[in-house]
């Protein structure tokens, strides 16, 4: 893999996050609360293991909300009509960010309360 095409294939990259970040409502959100999370943890004072799940639960968050909203566009541009399959698509992609959300809350709260009370 050449320098050049490393670098183009990044900045897609960028260009679907900015993409998401102007267009998703519910990108926007995650980001808010990592930067959220990111100050809480700073604030709070946690060890380097923490950190480190703390940066994973972010990061796999952020990816999978980025992931479907690539399904999303996907769907649509399949059909622009109600079809059941685009619907369990897309319930099913929905289900998995909120998989995740749940389990990274528990996980986040697991790590900060002990710390708080
Ligand atoms: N083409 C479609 N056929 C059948 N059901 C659909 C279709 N598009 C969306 N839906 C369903 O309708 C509901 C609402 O979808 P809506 O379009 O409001 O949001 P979304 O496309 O899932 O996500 P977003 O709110 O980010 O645009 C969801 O259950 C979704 O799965």
Redesign the pocket.
């Known amino acids: 893999m050449n320098a050049n095409r490393f670098f183009r294939s990044f900045k897609f990259a960028a260009e679907g996050i900015k993409t998401a970040l102007v267009k998703?409502?519910?990108v926007r959100f995650h980001f808010l609360a990592a930067v959220i999370v990111v100050i809480a943890a700073f604030f709070t004072g946690l060890s380097y293991t923490e950190w480190q799940v703390i940066i994973l639960l972010i990061g796999g968050m952020i990816a999978l909300e980025l992931i479907?909203?690539a399904l999303?566009r996907v769907?649509?541009l399949v059909?622009?009509?109600?079809?059941?399959?685009?619907?369990?698509?897309?319930?099913i992609?929905?289900g998995a960010v909120l998989v995740f959300a749940v389990a990274s809350a528990i996980i986040g709260l697991l790590i900060f309360i002990p710390k708080w009370f």
Do not use: I, M, R, Y
């Open positions: 998703e409502q519910n479907n909203s999303e769907v649509d059909t622009g009509e109600f079809h059941p399959l685009a619907k369990q698509a897309k319930d992609a929905a």
